[in-house]
């Protein structure tokens, strides 16, 4: 579960509650320093929510988040001082970017909002530099519909830069652009992330961009972190068999049979007694040794160590050892 250098971003123990709805059940993640961590799992799963209460955007029912060496403040100026090091960065077809406000309003707004000292012009051209609009004075008076879907990822990306974050929090930072330019955006993480030691938080959906970018995965499920570890631990030999359904359809790690997920999606307000993932559990569906059998249906399993950083929550894999590893995978 932990990163292993040192705390960037952490969730210990957090709790967030929608009236019934457990949506955050009991979530222990690290994002270390310069890590890039990917927080995976189906739509519904959780991981948008754990990613507002890690920005401070969400009061927890339970437990804290920390930034650096200690918790999170929630006084007003505590909240805004965290607020300016761990900023978010969304995609930006879901109305980021106001497309009345010219690129450098849109990357110049938090500097206003947090009342940053300093030449704001320098460090809006800084920003936009760096996230690969050069030169930057070309784009300064351009809207949003001037520029290509790429182009204003890029403008949100600097709009997050011109504070100089410790940690960034992308939620679906590709999902809606061409392959093509998102492997362009992917590097543009990854080169940050060398460039000024950023730690990265990715929230998506896809196994592949987690592949492609993440130093370490954590698979949600209903609420809770049921595999982490190292990404080609996680990838290429899941131990849980959520993990391993969701990687047997996607095809440059998979290589597996598909494995099809059935039963109820997953609803956080009903959550199964036991292993909340036995209504879907192929292994449990195929049949298992009694005394497993009866483990899933009673007891929620832990998340036990299984070695080389790699964590899991499964009663079956906690006893039968590290599974074959799949195949390696396809170029990126
Ligand atoms: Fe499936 Fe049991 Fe493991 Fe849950 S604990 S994932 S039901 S085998």
Known sequence: VDGGAGVALAARGLH????????VDGVELVVGAGEIVALVGESGCGKTTLARALLGLVRPAGGTVE??????????AGLKEFRR?????????TGSLNPRHTVYEAVAEGLRVHRVEG???????DALSRAGLRPPERFFLRYP?????GQRQRVVIAGALVLEPDVLVADEPVSSLDASVRGEILALLLRLRGELGLSVLVVTHDLGLA????????????????????????????????TRALLSVVPEIGRMRPILLTGEAPDPSRIPAGCRFRPRCPAYADGLPAEVSTLCETRSPAVLPAGGGHHAACHLT???????????????
């Open 211 to 242: 592949w492609n970018i993440a130093d370490r995965v954590a698979v949600m499920y209903l609420g809770r972190i049921v595999e982490t570890g190292p990404a080609a631990d996680v990838l290429l030999a899941p131990r849980h068999p959520y």
């Open 119 to 125: 030449d704001e012009e320098t460090r809006v051209a």
């Open 145 to 149: 519909h001037e520029l290509s879907g």
């Open 67 to 76: 930034h650096g060496p200690g918790p999170l403040v929630r006084t007003r």
């Open 16 to 23: 967030v509650r929608f009236g019934a709805a457990r949506a």
């Open 85 to 93: 090091h761990v900023q978010l960065v969304l995609q930006d077809p």
């Open 318 to 332: 906690d006893r039968t050892g590290p599974p074959e590893p799949t195949g390696p995978p396809e170029p990126a």
